[in-house]
């Protein structure tokens, strides 16, 4: 595997992680996207060095092993239907409640009501959000 | 035999493409879909009954590829047991949610959905290739998060986003994990990969297994890669439930049990265990804390998990044994379950204890299909869970994890409070009076399709109580081959050699 493609891998996979931290789906998709490049340039690289034939024209010994691109495609079009699904989830999210965040789960929301705070600060922006549930579960050791 | 194991996949996805095409005919649906699954369970029996007489996996090399580089279909018993026990599952599920006949079923996409997640996991019961339980994973991943957010309701929209996100983060770290796997090795073939990975250094194996570890643990759901199931779960309509918590997480078990046992055996036991005490005990917990049946049930799922790796840990013959058997335990025995809160949300249009209440003065069956596999979770004599734990209990015993079995004992006593809170608030105290003053009576005299569904699962965990003896022993036959070195590849190139 030669260096700049390592490193290429790595800022993939860098950047696909930080994409899939946010809230906001749109985002999320694109890091998938991009964290799947990654996964897929990873598995091509392990096909030995760049620059050998492929099955026709090979000279004697050497020529690019077949079974990562096999593996690669069927990869890229697995992808490619999740993207496709998660599109349509954040299309949807999007319709009924008009943002595309990804939203609390139960038990947060529900420890966030706990909180006397909770039920201001949980409409509000992220950081309030954080805020409340951190009363919350303060208020619970209590 | 051989040519056959191929159809365990190809059979419900052909039956899915037909149920498509049928779309617009919701009965020609339900017939398609009833047929390739009961042929899929017959193909099944027979594989079993095959492996069982010659004491030989049944294997496929597709398109007459070697294993080393083509795809090859292995049944073997584990496999096999599995199958057959799924394919079962899904039919009484099937059956229960055509008797309920509610939207969900109605929906032009739901029979095709469930076809495809059912050769999903057949596909990845029945593969001997790495590569190919990736994709089997995606196909039945694929059909889950369809049925998952089948009627795009706020609910389901909101669960299924984590759902789908959290499962898309596995698959891209199945992948890379599979990726370097084939860096390292040259093959993915499950016969070939003990072999080859014997021969590389310590350090890169154990970075391999642990990323297959991280992997197979967020589709098994353990501690603590487990807090999305007990949120997407419960939003999904009852049968579609019933299903994901029978054989979803199972799904993920199997993968860990074969790579663990074939992969990797005797490394890193006490990451296992450790994993295993953690699961068991935080599921009960957060089984206790919820009030909804979904949700206890879901938080019982993990703990449950949590003895399955607890017996993988341990990694002895009889532990391995106890682990399958326990396996084959929860599939029927969760479904159930689930079922029964099918019916109760059918009958009381909710799950959440403090809304319900009196249920066994209204229906003293339903109060039985309830509690019999309940009994059989906590591992009450002589029910299939006892037997299950037992095994665990004692294999860990020998080989002296006395903490661990401490910790399964606990975890034991607390899903019969979390039951036990189920039974409370739901079947036992006074029915609630309708306005005309008559109390609801007949919960199932309305429902007798998906009384019946659930009785015979019900039944199914049953016969695996009384059938124990000879099924234990099948379970024991089965460890002996996961923990032979090398006996999985001799199974799987005996038939290439015979082929040749």
């Known amino acids: ?142 | 035999m051989g040519h056959l194991v191929p159809l365990t996949f190809a059979l419900p996805i052909l039956g899915a493409a037909l149920s498509l095409l049928a779309a617009r005919h919701q009965r020609v649906q339900r017939i398609i879909n009833l047929v390739s699954l009961a042929a899929g369970l017959a193909l099944s029996i027979a594989l079993l009954v095959q492996v069982e007489r010659d004491d030989a996996a049944v294997v496929a090399h597709i398109g007459g590829w070697s294993s080393r580089i083509g795809i090859t279909y292995v049944v073997d018993r584990l496999s096999g047991m599995l199958l057959v026990i799924a394919f079962a599952t899904m039919l009484l599920v099937l059956v229960f949610a055509i008797a309920q006949d509610t939207g969900d079923e109605r929906s032009p996409y739901y029979h095709p959905a469930y076809l495809v997640l059912a050769a999903g996991i057949a596909a990845a019961f029945s593969t001997g290739d790495l590569f190919h339980l990736f994709v089997a994973f995606e196909v039945l991943l694929m059909a889950s998060y369809v049925l998952l957010t089948l009627n795009g309701r706020p609910g389901q929209v909101r669960s299924g986003t984590t759902y789908v996100i959290i499962n898309s983060i596995e698959s891209m770290l199945l992948l890379s994990a599979i990726g370097l796997v084939y860096a390292a090795t040259g093959t993915l073939s499950m016969a070939d990969l003990p072999a080859a990975l014997a021969e590389l250094d310590p350090g890169l194996r154990t970075g391999l297994q642990v990323l297959l570890l991280v992997a197979f643990g967020l589709k098994a759901a353990v501690f603590p890669l487990f807090f999305w199931l007990p949120d997407a779960y419960p939003t999904a309509p009852s049968p579609v439930t019933a299903v994901f918590a029978g054989l979803l997480t199972k799904v993920g078990v199997y993968a860990l049990i074969r790579t663990q046992t074939l992969l990797f055996p005797e490394e890193h036991r006490t990451l296992l265990l450790v994993v295993a005490g953690l699961t068991i005990i935080i599921g009960a917990i957060g089984a206790i804390a919820q009030d909804d049946i979904k949700r206890i049930l879901s938080f019982q799922i993990v703990s449950s998990i949590g003895f399955m790796v607890m017996g993988l840990g341990i990694g002895s013959p009889a532990a391995i044994a106890a682990t399958v058997f326990y396996l084959l335990h929860q599939i029927p025995t969760k479904t159930s379950l689930f079922l029964v809160e099918g019916v109760i949300e059918d009958s009381e249009g909710t799950g959440a204890l403090d809304r319900l209440g009196g249920l066994a003065h209204r229906s003293g069956t339903l109060a039985v299909l309830f509690a019999l596999p309940a009994l059989s979770l906590a591992g009450f004599p002589p029910f299939s869970g006892f037997v299950g734990k037992l095994g665990l209990v004692t294999s860990g015993v020998d080989r002296g994890q006395y903490a661990l079995v401490a910790v399964a004992l606990v975890g034991s006593l607390l899903a019969l409070v979390s039951l036990g809170k189920i039974w409370l608030g739901a079947f036992w105290g006074r029915a609630e009076e309708v306005p005309d003053g008559s109390e609801k009576k007949g919960i199932l005299r309305d429902r007798l399709g998906m009384a019946t569904a659930t009785a015979v699962m019900v039944a199914l965990g049953l016969t695996l109580a009384v059938a124990a003896g000879p099924l234990y022993a099948l379970c024991e036959r089965t460890a002996t081959d996961l923990t032979t070195p090398g006996r999985y590849a001799a199974q799987v190139q005996a038939d290439e050699r015979a082929d040749e």
């Open chain 1, 1 to 142: 595997m030669s260096v700049p493609l390592a490193l290429l891998i790595g800022v993939l996979f860098a950047c696909g992680t930080y994409l899939m931290m946010h809230r906001t789906m749109t985002r999320i998709i694109l890091g998938f996207g991009v964290l799947g490049n990654g996964v897929n340039l990873l598995i091509i690289s392990t096909g030995g060095l760049p620059g050998d034939p492929p099955i026709l024209g090979a000279e004697a010994g050497r020529l690019a092993d077949p079974v990562p691109q096999a593996l690669v495609l069927t990869a890229i079009v697995i992808g490619f239907a999740l993207q496709a699904f998660l599109l349509a989830l954040a299309w949807r999210n999007w319709t009924l409640d008009g943002n595309d965040e990804v939203e609390d789960d139960i038990s947060d929301r529900r420890l966030a009501e706990r909180s006397p705070a909770g039920l201001e600060d949980a409409t509000e922006d992220e950081a309030g959000r954080l805020d409340a549930r951190t009363e919350a579960s303060g208020g619970e050791a209590d």
